[in-house]
């Protein structure tokens, strides 16, 4: 697995924007070294290593697209009715050999070989039966209802990119191209804590000053739908020497922490001051809202050694909103660029904005919107509350707006970029 080089980032100042940090992510990461060959069905979410050369054209032969018949297009007669006698008939999976003569039609079925020297098939819906003989209306176009050897993927093509995540229309591709096995990226390690005394585990009594822990399960269950393994590090309690020694120890068998808490500036907020002391702090607060209080630094692998490389660690807000606004800017790309997988910013889409705003200019917010569609136009409504401590905010919403940096006030009706929540939480 890649690692952090001793000299590989600056400090990001004391308010960084999110293309900044993004970017530091994307030039200081090291793309994953090593590869290994899993079968095809155990190749589900992994990355491709290498990409796939076509090794033989698909489909592999010419054949027919549609339950027909087949025939030679310069025997059809211009501006009328063309009649054909049949002769033959080819299921998929089996030939003919005998090549087809002038006025002569085979009955073909999807998928099946076209018989030698024919070139256009006619739907089966569309032709006049007569006895032994067929009649095909004028208009078709040479190659019509057939599909080239090739027509997909030419041999030699490449036909999927290293660094493809493979999800099931990559696997049947590899399937179709005749693959067994994928050689794909080792899974990065992935640990997530969350801290604070005030955490208890769900299904356990509170105490008097207690709330439970939901910021590690969905962390958890977002990283489940990433390239990596993801373990369970449990609580850290607001104790400055035992938050130092969990990241410490972590850091050694991990290949990125995940934490929640503990990053801003209270007296019991431990976590960054963990990462400068043990390791190198890369930034510290965030231009986004919700999510300001976000750190992210580099731990040693072995002791205070950092010949061995690092871990990246990405202390994210304790409030659940922001810290699903920070882990979706910060630890999804590293998780990402740690198993090789080629850049891939959350999908957005451009909707109407059916509430009025204002905000500062400076940051990105991301605002909770339903969304709508009627006549032809979706509206994206704002969540009517806006504390990032809402966690049923994100199971009543569709999405984020997303307003950039620049802009002051949105206003009914002004275009929006939505990032929606399908496929993320």
Request: glycine share 12%; proline share 9%.
């Amino acid at each position: 697995m890649a690692q952090l080089s001793d000299d590989c980032f600056a400090f990001g100042g004391a308010l960084m924007p999110v293309e900044e940090a993004q970017a530091l992510i994307a030039a200081r990461i090291p793309a994953p070294e090593g590869e290994e060959e899993v079968p095809l069905m155990a190749a589900r979410g992994r990355v491709l290593a290498r990409d796939l050369v076509a090794p033989m054209p698909l489909p592999p032969f010419f054949n027919a697209a549609v339950d027909g018949w087949a025939f030679r297009h310069v025997d059809l007669v211009e501006g009328a009715p063309t009649r054909f006698i049949e002769a033959g008939r080819i299921a998929a999976g089996h030939l003919n050999a005998r090549p087809v003569g002038p006025g002569e039609a085979v009955r073909v079925f999807t998928g099946a070989p076209m018989p030698p020297g024919t070139d256009t098939c006619v739907m089966q819906e569309d032709v006049r039966r007569e006895g032994g003989a067929i009649l095909v209306p004028p208009g078709l176009k040479r190659g019509a209802n057939a599909r080239p050897a090739g027509e997909d993927v030419a041999r030699g093509a490449v036909a999927l990119v290293a660094g493809t995540i493979l999800g099931a229309a990559e696997l049947g591709l590899a399937a179709a191209l005749g693959q067994r096995a994928l050689p794909v990226r080792p899974l990065p390690r992935v640990g997530v804590f969350s801290t604070g005394d005030e955490l208890a585990e769900p299904g356990v009594p509170l105490g008097p000053a207690q709330t439970y822990d939901s910021n590690r399960f969905t962390l958890l269950a977002m990283l489940a739908g990433l390239p990596c393994v993801a373990t369970d590090l449990g609580i850290l309690p607001d104790d400055a020497e035992r938050t130092s020694a969990a990241l410490a120890e972590a850091a050694r068998d991990h290949d990125l922490l995940l934490t929640s808490g503990g990053v801003s500036t209270g007296e019991e907020d431990h976590v960054r001051a963990a990462i400068e002391t043990g390791g190198r702090l890369v930034f510290w607060r965030l231009a986004v809202k919700p999510g300001r209080p976000a750190a992210m630094g580099v731990l040693p692998k072995s002791g205070g050694d950092f010949a061995a490389g690092g871990t990246p660690v990405v202390g994210l807000p304790g409030n659940p909103v922001a810290a699903v606004v920070c882990f979706l800017h910060l630890a999804r790309p590293l998780v990402l660029r740690l198993a090789g997988a080629a850049g891939e910013a959350p999908a957005r889409f451009v909707a109407t904005a059916d509430f009025a705003y204002r905000k500062k200019a400076g940051r990105r917010e991301y605002v909770r919107v339903t969304l709508v569609t009627a006549d032809g136009v979706t509206r994206a409504r704002k969540f009517p509350r806006e504390g990032a401590g809402l966690l049923s905010s994100l199971t009543q919403s569709d999405g984020f707006a997303e307003l950039p940096e620049e802009v002051t006030e949105v206003a009914p009706g002004d275009r929006v970029m939505v990032m929606p929540f399908t496929g993320l939480l």
